[in-house]
């Protein structure tokens, strides 16, 4: 769906259209985020499927990626809304995935949400210097992994 188009689904209206600087802009009819893009990158299968499961709850198509290699051309291809990228991955670690992305034009307004099972203040800043829009620490909830997503998609 490209900018004002809309889809009816069962009693749900959802409409697309780019904001200020490329943000995604729900119109939805509902609470839920019926055809929303997620995008999850963990090497941890456990993580992989509980983010996916409760993101399908909420009516979110949900990509994945055990890795940044794998995810950014699967970001290249199926341009999801929100990223959600662990930092300790093998081969191309989180932030260099993150800052990847936020070096292509295409994808600098694309939200990505760092996931680690690190809390400290270092792992943060460093997160934010390579352009990521938050950081949640692992083992996350649904409220968060939600809260997330509400915060950086813009719905009206």
Excluded: W
């Amino acid at each position: 769906m490209s900018g004002g188009q809309s889809r009816v689904s069962g009693m749900r209206r959802l409409s697309l259209r780019a904001g200020r600087r490329g943000k995604v802009i729900l119109n939805m009819h509902t609470n839920g985020l019926t055809g929303l893009k997620v995008m999850v990158i963990d090497d941890s299968k456990t993580i992989r499927r509980t983010a996916e499961t409760l993101l399908k709850k909420e009516g979110c198509e949900v990509l994945t990626a055990v890795d940044g290699f794998e995810a950014l051309a699967v970001i290249s291809d199926q341009r999801p809304s929100v990223i959600f990228v662990d930092i300790m991955m093998p081969r191309l670690d989180g932030y260099q995935t993150c800052a990847l992305i936020k070096n292509n034009p295409q994808f600098r307004g694309t939200p990505v949400i760092m996931l680690s099972s690190k809390d400290g203040l270092f792992d943060k800043a460093r997160g934010r210097i390579v352009g990521a829009e938050q950081y949640l620490t692992k083992p996350f909830t649904r409220d968060e992994l939600l809260g997330a997503i509400h915060r950086h998609v813009s719905t009206v």
